[in-house]
């Protein structure tokens, strides 16, 4: 069965400070990995997918199979980079539909 | 376009009373998800529905709950003679394709007293 693990409720950096959030995964396969982003009283966002492999609002996430984990990392922390935090697994595409598997989130809360 | 359209946003049903929530996906969108979210957990897939069709139900509970999504409308997911578990946030998402990014609502949170 596919899991997603974030092991961090709550992670508090100060402004500046590098941040790191993590999560691993456990699939039999080669799933795609995301990481959304829900800021105070807003909708669920797509922040990055690694095959992207993009760096969004500073944000980067390395996808290592060999240890299965995509923590997500920025090297400087902004104080609107607080918000709730969510690692999510699909399928591969040819399963054919967007099913994710979430973790339960980790909340990132910046001190000034 | 103004996003996934959730409604109500805040919803209190008394036990064994019905629940409806509505969603209405992105303009162009005819791929829908529905997702439960209870206390301290992450979002768990229930279904995903095509326009009058369900494609995939393997996540939702085998009694009381239902989901459709009708030629012309919102899609509903319904729970009848709700319970005190079934108090959760309950979110939609919506793609053009299965195959491409989903758009989330802002979800109902429901409650059950």
């Known amino acids: 069965a596919q899991r997603v693990t974030q092991p961090e409720k709550l992670l508090s950096v100060f402004k500046g400070a590098p941040v790191e959030l993590k999560c691993n995964y456990s699939?039999?396969?080669?799933?795609?990995l995301f990481w959304y982003v829900q800021y105070s009283r807003q909708r669920l966002q797509l922040l990055l997918r690694?095959?992207s492999r993009e760096s969004i609002k500073g944000f980067t996430a390395d996808l290592n199979k060999g240890e299965t984990s995509f923590h997500l990392k920025k090297p400087f922390a902004q104080e609107e980079d607080s918000a709730m935090y969510y690692c999510?697994?699909?399928?591969?595409?040819?399963?054919?539909?967007?099913?994710?598997?979430f973790g339960k989130g980790t909340k990132l809360s910046v001190i000034p | 376009n103004a996003g996934v359209m959730q409604n109500p946003r805040h919803l209190v049903r008394r036990r064994g009373q019905e629940a409806r929530l509505r969603c209405s996906p992105m303009?162009?969108?005819?791929?829908v998800y529905w997702y439960r979210q209870l206390p301290e957990e992450g979002l768990k897939f229930m279904v995903y529905?095509?326009?009058?069709?369900?494609?995939?139900e393997s996540g939702m509970p085998k009694e009381r709950f239902s989901a459709e999504f009708p030629k012309e409308g919102p899609s509903i997911l319904r729970i009848q003679q709700v319970v005190r578990g079934d108090s959760a946030a309950y979110f939609c998402?919506?793609?053009?394709?299965?195959?491409?990014?989903?758009?989330f609502g802002q979800g109902t949170r429901l409650t059950v007293v």
């Open positions: 998402a919506s793609s053009p394709t299965g195959l491409t990014e989903a758009f």
């Open positions: 999510a697994l699909n399928p591969p595409s040819g399963a054919g539909s967007y099913q994710l598997t």
């Open positions: 690694h095959i």
């Open positions: 699939y039999s396969g080669s799933p795609e």
């Open positions: 529905l095509q326009k009058e069709n369900i494609i995939d």
């Open positions: 303009k162009g969108h005819s791929h």
